[in-house]
């Protein structure tokens, strides 16, 4: 596509819910992050994708939080048992290689997650 | 552990005045830095970066970043704002060990008439 997609754009959930939030990256796109931007705080890196791998999902804050990425294409990140500190909206971006130098990260318009 | 630090989290200035964002960082090798800009509603764009060569770096919508290494600092500035970019903006670091973007917490900016 012209550029990375997420959906759903807003996903309002009750505590205790499972959610899965989508991203489908431009194509031919190699590298995939998913980074988290709660009210008033900057980025927070959660999990970076190269191909159908992560080596870091060291951003991950619990176990309840799980992402998968399939095709080298369209992510998935799935948070269990949602709780109220987890409202956030989650951004997705990509790029062509995992390197700054083929350019910059691309993102998403992110998915708005409430949690009550 | 690398970091960026933006010491304003919010910033006015008059439309037609000059801006300067300013940025900080902590990164031991030679560091690839960003400027983007995010307006409400909307996702991340990038308005410049700074990978090797020329310090000053020209960006979109008229904007420049001057990197000072001896100050570790990548400050953003545009000589006459306008009130399209009332936005929030943010600096960042690539940390190239890790493959990743490291943000810092933004200085959101509002544009009086």
């Known amino acids: 596509g012209a550029g990375v997609s997420q959906s759903p754009s807003n996903k309002v959930t009750e505590k205790g819910k499972d959610v899965e939030l989508r991203c489908d990256p431009i194509?031919?796109?190699?590298?995939l992050y998913w980074y988290r931007q709660s009210l008033g705080q900057g980025l927070e890196f959660l999990i970076y994708?190269?191909?159908?791998?992560?080596?870091?999902k060291s951003g991950l804050p619990s176990d309840r939080f799980s992402a998968e990425r399939t095709g080298g294409s369209v992510s998935t990140l799935t948070i269990q048992r949602t709780q109220q500190e987890d409202s956030a909206v989650y951004l997705c971006?990509?790029?062509?290689?995992?390197?700054?130098?083929?350019?910059?990260?691309?993102f998403g318009e992110g998915s708005r997650l409430t949690v009550l | 552990a690398q970091s960026v630090t933006q010491p304003d989290i919010h910033i006015t200035v008059s439309e037609g005045a000059s801006l300067e964002l300013r940025c900080n960082y902590s990164?031991?090798?030679?560091?690839?830095l960003f400027w983007y800009v995010q307006s409400p509603g909307q996702g991340l764009q990038l308005l410049l970066k700074?990978?090797?060569?020329?310090?000053l770096v020209q960006g979109i919508k008229g904007f420049e970043a001057e990197f000072k290494r001896s100050q570790s600092s990548f400050n953003l500035r545009k000589p006459s704002v306008h009130w399209s970019d009332a936005a929030e903006y943010f600096c960042?670091?690539?940390?190239?060990?890790?493959?990743?973007?490291?943000f810092g917490a933004g200085t959101r900016l509002a544009v009086h008439p």
């Open positions: 990164y031991g090798a030679t560091p690839y």
């Open positions: 971006a990509s790029s062509l290689q995992g390197t700054p130098n083929t350019g910059e990260l691309f």
């Open positions: 194509s031919g796109h190699t590298a």
């Open positions: 960042a670091v690539f940390s190239g060990g890790y493959n990743k973007l490291i």
């Open positions: 994708f190269q191909g159908n791998s992560a080596p870091d």
């Open positions: 700074y990978f090797s060569g020329d310090t």
